[in-house]
């Protein structure tokens, strides 16, 4: 058992909160955000900055966010950087809220959007602890308890401790879970006009990265993930393109049943994160879970087509395994952390994916070129 010992100074103005681990694990804490219990999957994100970003990445749905940054909400909250219409990520970890924050595009604190959006949160805990009991044990299932009971007794303290645990021992595994349904549109919708028309699967897209195609004078169209091939196709696209998204690529057997159509229709694709990862499955390929994830502004990916070294955005929790790789498949990426697949492209056909997010929202600027790739292919077909 871990217990916090770290001191705020709001530490009068916030409630007394539990961090409990399947494993048995508890941390102590302050509660803030919307008061309850939020259950998922924790893990953590090494970004030093862009928590606004991160939190309403549909990408962590089903998943508590442990920031290893230690200061958090000094900047604020703004409309224009939300990256989805909600928080999908079910819970925050922190070392250290702000209580004031400062910066000119600011509309409202950290606190006062997490409440407005019903998260749960909880600061004053170590941080680097519980980063690296992930990273030893793997991401771990967990319940943050913040309730507005008073927990002033051994005996209340307990029996938090004790609700907690069980909450996070019942929530599912992210293996077997699809949650493209959870986080997509209801309905296609026309995003912007251009020169070139590409389809774009929403299985959990960030704006960033639909205000980056947009950028390179493409006609947008994006359905939701239960989309049929046909339906899409019968739009008559010049090229097609796969989101990010949250859950287990294997588990999502309707987008599976649909590629197979795109892929053989020879129009260019172009797939990121889970994008990456559904195209890979449905060319032959396999996926598996990594130990704790791949999830900050900050990782180094190498493009084996240039000999350079990229830094990248990630976030994600599954990988492509590289020895089930077909033959008509080439890797174009690796990790440097992990040697992981990072990137790949078809030998004949026009495809390709990579497991990073090149919009860089929040997160370096060194992949964009991708984006130029895509629209090369769409114009040259």
């Not at 209340?156 to 949650?179: I, N, Q, T, V, Y």
């Not at 791949?294 to 000999?307: D, F, I, Y």
């Amino acid at each position: 058992m871990a217990k916090s010992t770290l001191k705020s100074q709001f530490s009068s103005n916030f409630r007394p909160s539990i961090l409990a681990l399947e494993d048995g694990t508890i941390f102590e804490g302050l509660g803030f955000g919307a008061s309850g219990v939020a259950c998922g999957e924790l893990v953590f994100n090494t970004s030093l900055a862009g928590y606004q970003e991160i939190l309403t990445d549909p990408s962590y749905a089903g998943q508590v966010i442990t920031m290893t940054a230690p200061e958090i909400g000094n900047y604020g909250i703004n409309s224009d950087d939300m990256e989805s219409r909600q928080i999908f990520a079910r819970g925050l970890v922190i070392r250290h809220l702000s209580t004031r924050y400062s910066n000119w595009r600011a509309e409202e604190s950290l606190d006062d959007f997490l409440k407005r959006h019903k998260i749960t949160a909880i600061a004053e805990v170590d941080t680097r602890a519980i980063t690296r009991h992930i990273r030893e044990k793997g991401a771990l299932r967990c319940a943050i308890y913040s309730t507005d009971e008073a927990l002033d007794t051994k005996e209340k303290l307990e029996k938090a401790k004790h609700s907690a645990l069980e909450e996070a021992r019942k929530f599912p595994s992210m293996e077997g879970m699809d949650l493209t349904a959870e986080v997509t549109c209801a309905k296609k919708y026309k995003f912007s006009e251009g020169k070139k028309h590409v389809a774009v699967l929403d299985f959990g897209i960030k704006q960033n990265i639909l205000r980056e195609l947009a950028s390179h004078d493409l006609e947008l169209t994006v359905y939701p993930a239960q989309a049929k091939a046909a339906d899409i196709l019968a739009d008559k696209p010049q090229g097609i393109f796969l989101s990010n998204g949250p859950g287990d690529p294997a588990a999502c057997k309707g987008v599976l049943k649909e590629l197979p159509e795109l892929i053989s229709s020879g129009l260019p694709i172009f797939g990121i994160c889970l994008g990456h990862q559904l195209l890979s499955i449905a060319l032959g390929a396999s996926t598996y879970k990594l130990k704790f994830g791949h999830r900050g502004g900050n990782q180094p990916v190498k493009n084996l087509q240039t000999g350079k070294v990229e830094v990248t955005c990630q976030n994600h929790g599954f990988a492509v395994d590289a020895n089930s790789m077909p033959e008509d498949l080439e890797i174009t990426h690796l990790s440097l952390n992990d040697d992981s697949v990072e990137g790949f492209k078809h030998k004949t056909k026009p495809i390709f994916a990579v497991q990073y997010h090149p919009e860089s929202c929040p997160g370096p600027h060194d992949s964009k070129y991708l984006f130029e790739d895509f629209l090369s292919l769409v114009e040259s077909h």
